[in-house]
């Protein structure tokens, strides 16, 4: 059977993309405008439906680019209205958003917008102990358009705008760097998304040369760090990444980094009972926290099946961030959303491909 071969997708491209791919066919940069309003402002479906497109470009663009939304797989509502979203990507696999509700707790701070949970890879080659994410090993990188078509396919399935974005689910966005900087770019300019770098926030498991390479990206973004051990014999037993970029390496990274963006850094936190919930764990993180200036965001585990841990009590949890309150440390503890519908990075995907049968490749 003749296979027709898969058009590449108009959303992976910017401005300076498109005025590039005009000018070689001999149109103007002001064409590349025009596609670009009619991709993010106008929200097209089809090329046909840019009146303002010269009928012969209409169909060169037809044949050039498809026009093709992420398919919603599965949509689960959580009682307090955090939404999961499940998506099928164009080779048959699985990926996950989370949309957060507003007026809640998140990122250390609280937010009166909509905030996006954002994948960057398919699984996660980087085997936290505690994540569902690589439970099924690591697939492959995300492209450009399938980051940004999260955003836009999460949107229009809800009909509200997104205005908070987090790279913080699936998959480790550092990792994934060329793809992902370009997706921000899209993502933030005024004829792409726009949506304001300080709304956007990258989480890493800590690839110290990423982070410093992420600084030198001419945009105000945050960042946050699954940090989940405030000690390198900690943060080993449940991050393996640790072993190549141990704390010391991962802070002078974090030093960088606050030097050349001037804002303050989010120290994530998972709280996993008898692993690192010691107050003497509070004690050094509230120590490293201060040496950085850093925010702390306290999270209790998501139980995720399969995986033998378990939250501590909650008794345990206030414990925990006493210690880091009376040391002058700026620091939440988040009641998670979404602990009903399998929110946790991955979980959803997990169930549903192994409902499916499908099988991670390694690639």
Same mark, same amino acid.
């Given at each position: 059977?003749?296979?027709?071969?898969?058009?590449?997708?108009?959303?992976?491209?910017?401005?300076?993309?498109?005025?590039?791919?005009?000018?070689?066919?001999?149109?103007?940069?002001?064409?590349?405008?025009?596609?670009?309003?009619?991709?993010?402002?106008?929200?097209?479906?089809?090329?046909?439906?840019?009146?303002?497109?010269?009928?012969?470009?209409?169909?060169?663009?037809?044949?050039?680019?498809?026009?093709?939304?992420?398919?919603?797989?599965?949509?689960?509502?959580?009682?307090?209205?955090?939404?999961?979203?499940?998506?099928?990507?164009?080779?048959?696999?699985?990926?996950?958003?989370?949309?957060?509700?507003?007026?809640?707790?998140?990122?250390?701070?609280?937010?009166?917008?909509?905030?996006?949970?954002?994948?960057?890879?398919?699984?996660?080659?980087?085997?936290?102990?505690?994540?569902?994410?690589?439970?099924?090993?690591?697939?492959?990188? !995300? &492209?450009?358009?399938? /980051?940004? @078509?999260?955003?836009?396919?999460?949107?229009?399935? *809800?009909?509200?705008?997104? %205005?908070?974005?987090?790279?913080?689910?699936?998959?480790?966005?550092?990792?994934?760097?060329?793809?992902?900087?370009?997706?921000?770019?899209?993502?933030?300019?005024?004829?792409?998304?726009?949506?304001?770098?300080?709304?956007?926030?990258?989480?890493?498991?800590?690839?110290?040369?990423?982070?410093?390479?992420?600084?030198?990206?001419?945009?105000?973004?945050?960042?946050?760090?699954?940090?989940?051990?405030?000690?390198?014999?900690?943060?080993?037993?449940?991050?393996?990444?640790?072993?190549?970029?141990?704390?010391?390496?991962?802070?002078?990274?974090?030093?960088?980094?606050?030097?050349?963006?001037?804002?303050?850094?989010? !120290? &994530?936190?998972?709280? /996993?009972? @008898?692993?690192?919930?010691?107050?003497?764990?509070? *004690?050094?993180?509230?120590? %490293?926290?201060?040496?950085?200036?850093?925010?702390?965001?306290?999270?209790?585990?998501?139980?995720?099946?399969?995986?033998?841990?378990?939250?501590?009590?909650?008794?345990?949890?206030?414990?925990?961030?006493?210690?880091?309150?009376?040391?002058?440390?700026?620091?939440?503890?988040?009641?998670?959303?979404?602990?009903?519908?399998?929110?946790?990075?991955?979980?959803?995907?997990?169930?549903?491909?192994?409902?499916?049968?499908?099988?991670?490749?390694?690639?």
């Amino acid at each position: 059977m003749v296979t027709t071969p898969r058009l590449p997708s108009a959303f992976g491209l910017t401005l300076d993309d498109w005025i590039e791919w005009a000018e070689a066919r001999g149109q103007s940069r002001f064409r590349a405008k025009q596609i670009v309003e009619w991709l993010y402002q106008k929200r097209a479906k089809s090329w046909d439906e840019m009146s303002n497109l010269p009928q012969t470009l209409r169909e060169e663009l037809k044949s050039a680019f498809s026009l093709d939304r992420l398919p919603v797989v599965r949509l689960t509502g959580s009682k307090d209205t955090t939404r999961k979203f499940l998506f099928r990507l164009h080779d048959g696999r699985l990926v996950e958003t989370v949309k957060i509700p507003a007026n809640v707790h998140f990122d250390g701070g609280q937010s009166d917008r909509i905030t996006l949970c954002v994948s960057s890879q398919v699984g996660c080659a980087y085997d936290c102990k505690f994540c569902a994410s690589g439970l099924a090993g690591f697939t492959r990188n !995300l &492209e450009v358009e399938e /980051i940004v @078509g999260q955003v836009m396919a999460a949107e229009e399935e *809800s009909g509200e705008s997104v %205005r908070n974005l987090v790279f913080m689910g699936m998959g480790e966005p550092l990792a994934n760097f060329t793809r992902l900087t370009k997706a921000i770019t899209i993502l933030n300019a005024p004829w792409g998304l726009n949506i304001g770098a300080r709304h956007m926030t990258v989480s890493t498991s800590g690839l110290a040369p990423q982070i410093e390479k992420l600084a030198e990206l001419p945009i105000q973004i945050r960042l946050a760090i699954s940090l989940h051990g405030a000690s390198d014999e900690v943060r080993e037993q449940i991050m393996p990444v640790n072993k190549k970029y141990p704390i010391a390496r991962l802070f002078e990274a974090l030093e960088v980094w606050r030097e050349k963006k001037k804002q303050k850094i989010t !120290l &994530e936190y998972i709280l /996993i009972e @008898g692993v690192n919930d010691f107050l003497a764990q509070a *004690s050094l993180l509230a120590k %490293r926290a201060k040496g950085l200036d850093a925010k702390v965001n306290l999270i209790p585990y998501n139980t995720v099946e399969g995986l033998p841990w378990s939250r501590p009590t909650e008794a345990q949890q206030e414990a925990f961030l006493q210690v880091l309150t009376r040391a002058g440390v700026v620091a939440t503890l988040r009641r998670e959303k979404g602990h009903d519908i399998s929110a946790a990075c991955g979980q959803l995907r997990l169930q549903q491909e192994t409902a499916e049968g499908i099988v991670a490749v390694d690639r």
